[in-house]
C-alpha cells in the first residue's frame, strides 16, 4: 500500500507547490509547519531544519531551529527562531527574526495529552529587524509591543490517524492598517491530519484560514511526509502554497524540511524515586 500512495502524494505535492500564481506577498510569517508541535510527555524535541519561500517580488530562505516540551503533567511550550535570508530586487537582507511561540493546557483528556480538549497561547515576541519583514515587523505608528493570541485545541489520535485542531484569535502588537505591508488583529481555524502507511512512515495534510479584523483573508495548505527512524530521530518534508486573496498572501510556495531529535526530559517515575528494600526474613511470630 505504502509503494501506492507515495507516488501519489509526491505528484499531488509537486503539482500544488508549481502550479502557485505569483502576486504580492503581505502579512506576517507564522511557523505554521511546526504550529501543532509534537506530543511527547516524556521528552524534550530539539528541531532543526531549511525553509524555502518563492514569490514573485520576494524570495527567501531560512534556516529553521525549534523547542518543544512538557512544562508540567498538563503543559507543554514551543518555541521556534528562523534566520532567513531575503533577496530583495536590489540586495540580500538577512538576521534574526522574531521568536515565535505557543503553549497549551490540558482541561479535559488522557494522561499522555494525545486526547483531549486545550486551553491554546501563541505569541510572537519582536526582536528583529523592520527590513527582514515578513519574518519581523515595526510599526510605523511607534513602540515596540509583542503579538498575543488565544484560544482551543482539539486532538484525537487512533492506531491508525491523528487529528489535531485549533481556533484562536491573535492581538497584534506592531499593528499597520495601510501600505504595501499590513499587520492587525486577526483569527484563525487551523486542522491537521495524519495517518500511517507502516510504523516508520506517516502523511500528514493540514489547512489554515486567517480573517483579520479588516476582513482580508488568506489560506495556507501544506502537505507532509514523515520518517521515523526511531523513537528519539524524525524527518519530516513539507511542501505548501498560500492562497486567498491576491492582497494578503505572503508567498507564493513554500517547502520545509526538519530534523528532530527528543531528548529524555530526565522525569523520573514515582516508582523509581524510592528503592525498595528488601528485609530478611525473620522467625515467625507464632513460634
Not at 521556534?80 to 515565535?100: E, K, N, Q, W
Not at 499590513?182 to 483569527?187: E, G, H, K, L, R
Not at 495534510?205 to 520518517?227: D, M, N, P, W
Amino acid at each position: 500500500m505504502s509503494r501506492f500512495f507515495f507516488p501519489l502524494f509526491l505528484s499531488i505535492s509537486l503539482h500544488l507547490l508549481f502550479a502557485a500564481v505569483p502576486t504580492r506577498a503581505d502579512g506576517l510569517y507564522n511557523d505554521y509547519p511546526s504550529w501543532f508541535s509534537p506530543v511527547d510527555s516524556g521528552s524534550v524535541v530539539f528541531g532543526l531544519g531549511h525553509v524555502e519561500m518563492q514569490g514573485e517580488y520576494q524570495d527567501a530562505s531560512a534556516v529553521a531551529a525549534r523547542i518543544s516540551g512538557m512544562i508540567n503533567d498538563r503543559s507543554s511550550l514551543r518555541l521556534s527562531m528562523l534566520y532567513p535570508v531575503i533577496r530583495r530586487p536590489d540586495r540580500y537582507v538577512h538576521g534574526f527574526a522574531d521568536l515565535l511561540g505557543s503553549s497549551s493546557v490540558r482541561i479535559f483528556g488522557d494522561t499522555l495529552n494525545v486526547n483531549g480538549l486545550f486551553l491554546r497561547a501563541d505569541f510572537r515576541i519582536p526582536i528583529g529587524s523592520n527590513v527582514l519583514r515578513p519574518f519581523s515587523f515595526r510599526s510605523s505608528t511607534g513602540g515596540i509591543y509583542p503579538d498575543a493570541g488565544g484560544g482551543i485545541e482539539v486532538r484525537k489520535e487512533t492506531v491508525l490517524f491523528r487529528i489535531r485542531g485549533s481556533i484562536t484569535h491573535t492581538l497584534v502588537g506592531q499593528k499597520e492598517v495601510e501600505g504595501a505591508l499590513t499587520n492587525t488583529d486577526y483569527s484563525m481555524l487551523a486542522l491537521l491530519f495524519e495517518f500511517d502507511l507502516n510504523s516508520r512512515i506517516s502523511l500528514q495534510t493540514s489547512v489554515f484560514a486567517r480573517k483579520s479584523i479588516h476582513g482580508r483573508y488568506r489560506e495556507t495548505y501544506l502537505f507532509g511526509l514523515s520518517r521515523r527512524f526511531s523513537q528519539k530521530v524524525r524527518i519530516v518534508l513539507t511542501g505548501g502554497l498560500d492562497s486567498g486573496d491576491e492582497d494578503e498572501r505572503l508567498y507564493d510556495s513554500i517547502v520545509s524540511i526538519f530534523f528532530s531529535y527528543a531528548f529524555p526530559a530526565g522525569k523520573k517515575d514515582r516508582n523509581e524515586e524510592a528503592p525498595l528494600v528488601q528485609v530478611p526474613p525473620g522467625p515467625s511470630p507464632n513460634r
